[in-house]
């Protein structure tokens, strides 16, 4: 456990989870090694944001440093202390610079190659006690594979807690339970991944030795998991079997921190997935509110100084400030006072800032920005606890009178901004498509912000290659057939210059600025392509900002031709078509697959509603009317929980009545007309069914009518338009 990251006194532990369990007491070892002689193996590994433990391996005449990747993520290189004298605090003697680590398992290897003097470091000299600073290297081990131990069995954990002032803690306990990590599920391969234990740990202690009887390495202590109620506690270390198996894989191994940030970290140049706010000098005066999720799966501390906890990739809000403002002060409340919220703020500068706790007592977090600065402020809400997502409200106030304790914010010193680039192997911002030649309707249109923090000039992708993208792709398509007329296009809103970047199905990129001396906007010609998958960036050739518009994908010639879609609409009211709603047929606008807690949220997909299937004549239940078509117009597959999603329309045109048909996973029909007294667009809340396959129809009151719109799916409560 990282000590100096972690400010909270209430908290013991770098993850805390609540476990609902008993503590145990502690058990004597009666180990057969010297505490002291194996002590000097055991460091403490600095970084300039915090101090954990780790421990020196001989391989070779190389001295290799293992520790958890949460102590030194984002470092290239940490300063190494050591114990010159057991019965003294540690000293820092050497430096370490990143050799490997895992993105799957909380483990980093680091080679220690010289002294603070710039001494090469050579095992052998350690070894024989030959370094000037007098340091005696003993030789530490790791334990077999095939050393499995059981419950009940003795360990001890050696490490540097941040309560003991640099000094190394020596605690003793048992093990109390096993877990089994599968590594190889194609021939059902488990090793012992995890054991849990009662022996004492605390903040300062990841990444240091859990030892046998025998003085050999059994695991890293990696977290404590806490149950707050009644303050049981149990550490968990990451086994040794997991451990060399994971050394022994090499491809699984990354070797610089910008791979891991590029999967891992969260991701500044994506647009908020719960929305905006626009701020100038008349709004800035009244609060503003909004309800979000917090919670992700995406390691804040990697960014350093007081980033901590777990946060979704893609911001959860934004802020878009159009001038100088000065003070706001930000803050969130979690619905129940028991969720442990952290706040983090990315501005438009690129600095990072966070929160924790606003004061003492607390668990909301605060932060004093000053906003000296126009443009975007993107925020995120985390949870301090380790896989925990709850509800809550951000609020946005001019000047510092909501917590007398909320510090003013100041840019972390951590290297949370790592060399970003464009990743094809990204979650598309925007969702995806499976499209085949001939497709109806055409284009098909997707509404997008451009625009990012990746410079893609820088990228080497070809000179035509220009301006600033997200690090994922913004959206994708999978496409079958010839590509002769097959091309691709952004129209922007408000006539900003934005450029287009696409990775083709056979990983060449093509791109481009301006499609003529007449427009700002990019289109990128596909023809001769293979068919595949195509990732697709929108960028803005300023770094500042987004664009709002429209990407297009379409076989029709250059300018806007609706003989497609006029086409497609005829389709939907072909009467030799007998039969009511086909769940079993293509959806019309294709099938989506999402997973609860998905961003961003809502998802959009562009419709049109209307059909020659009279709804109500079919018995689906008293609220299900309309003409829709017979097939479905979009597929969802959902997975996960189903207690806040809900499917709604908003109609292009607010004067014109559409209805909702959802057939859910457990085939029951529920459907709506009007949402509430003040609109003519639907919504239903699919609360009470299983996670599976829907079938949505949007359809039209007034019969022979066509309605074009937007469908949503969300897991947010909105009351819609």
Not at 183 to 198: E, F, K, L, P
Request: hydrophobic share 35%.
């Amino acid at each position: 456990m990282c000590s100096d990251r972690f400010h909270k006194v209430s908290v013991i532990a770098v993850m805390v989870s609540l476990l609902f369990g008993i503590s145990l007491s502690h058990s004597v070892v009666a180990q057969g090694f010297d505490v002291d002689a194996l002590a000097p193996a055991i460091a403490q590994v600095r970084t300039p944001t915090g101090t954990g433990s780790g421990s020196l391996i001989v391989e070779g005449d190389r001295v290799t440093l293992l520790t958890n990747r949460h102590v030194v993520v984002g470092y290239e290189e940490v300063e190494v202390a050591v114990l010159l004298d057991v019965n003294e605090p540690a000293v820092p003697t050497f430096k370490a610079r990143l050799l490997s680590f895992s993105p799957d398992y909380d483990m980093a290897l680091y080679h220690v190659y010289e002294d603070l003097n710039g001494a090469a470091v050579r095992a052998s000299d350690l070894l024989a006690g030959n370094h000037p600073s007098g340091f005696t290297l003993p030789m530490i081990s790791l334990a077999s594979e095939q050393e499995i131990l059981g419950r009940g069995e003795s360990i001890a954990i050696l490490g540097y807690p941040g309560l003991a002032d640099d000094e190394l803690v020596y605690t003793t306990g048992i093990i109390s339970s096993v877990q089994m990590q599968e590594i190889d599920s194609a021939n059902d391969t488990s090793v012992v991944g995890w054991y849990r234990t009662n022996a004492e740990m605390s903040p300062g202690n990841s990444g240091g030795v859990a030892v046998n009887q025998d003085g050999d390495i059994i695991g890293i202590p990696t977290a404590v998991y806490m149950e707050q109620t009644t303050g049981g506690r149990l550490g968990s270390i990451l086994a040794t079997p997991l451990v060399r198996n994971t050394m022994a894989n090499d491809a699984e191994l990354l070797t610089a921190w910008s791979d891991y940030e590029n999967g891992n970290g969260l991701i500044a140049s994506a647009f908020a997935a719960s929305g905006s706010h626009e701020l100038d000098r008349a709004s800035f005066s009244e609060d503003f509110e909004t309800y979000l999720y917090a919670g992700g799966n995406r390691d804040v501390n990697y960014l350093g100084g007081e980033c901590v906890g777990q946060a979704a990739a893609e911001p959860d809000f934004q802020f878009d400030v159009k001038e100088p403002l000065g003070e706001m002060l930000l803050a969130f409340a979690a619905e129940d006072d028991g969720d442990d919220a952290v706040l983090v703020v990315n501005d438009p500068s690129g600095n990072w800032y966070c929160n924790d706790d606003a004061y003492d007592g607390s668990m909301n977090p605060a932060l004093l920005m000053d906003l000296a600065e126009s443009g975007t402020y993107r925020v995120w809400v985390g949870s301090y606890q380790t896989g925990a997502v709850f509800g809550g409200t951000l609020l946005a106030r001019q000047g510092s009178d909501l917590f007398d304790g909320a510090g003013v914010a100041q840019p972390n010193s951590g290297e949370g901004n790592f060399d970003l680039s464009l990743d094809w192997q990204g979650e598309p911002h925007y969702g995806s498509v499976s499209l085949e030649e001939g497709f109806i309707p055409d284009p098909h249109a997707v509404s997008i912000q451009a625009g990012g923090q990746v410079d893609v000039g820088a990228q080497g992708y070809g000179s035509s290659c220009t301006g600033y993208a997200s690090q994922s792709p913004d959206f994708q398509f999978n496409w079958s057939g010839g590509t002769e007329d097959l091309r691709v296009y952004f129209e922007s809103d408000d006539g900003q210059d934005a450029t287009l970047i696409i990775n083709t199905s056979s990983g060449e990129w093509l791109c481009n600025d301006d499609a003529n001396s007449d427009t700002l906007n990019p289109e990128v010609a596909l023809s001769g392509q293979a068919e595949g998958r195509f990732d697709v960036w929108v960028g803005r050739y300023s770094q500042s900002g987004l664009i709002p518009g429209t990407l297009y994908i379409s076989e029709l010639g250059g300018g806007s031709d609706s003989g497609s879609a006029d086409d497609f609409i005829a389709s939907l009211f072909d009467d030799s078509v007998e039969g009511g709603l086909d769940w079993s047929a293509t959806a019309n606008f294709g099938e989506i697959e999402l997973t609860e807690y998905f961003v961003p949220d809502p998802h959009e997909v562009s419709v049109i509603a209307g059909g020659s299937v009279d709804v109500a004549a079919q018995d689906y239940g008293s609220e299900c009317m309309g003409y829709a078509s017979r097939s479905p117009d979009v597929t969802l597959r959902w997975n996960g929980s189903t207690d806040d999603l809900n499917v709604y329309f908003v109609a292009d045109d607010g004067d014109e009545d559409a209805t909702l048909i959802v057939n859910t996973s457990t085939g029951g029909w529920v459907c709506n007309d009007d949402a509430h007294a003040l609109t003519l667009n639907p919504q239903v809340y699919l609360t009470d069914s299983s996670e599976g396959r829907f079938d949505i129809w949007l359809g039209t009151y007034d019969e022979n009518g066509a309605v074009s719109g937007t469908l949503y799916i969300s897991e947010l409560e909105k009351l819609i338009p």
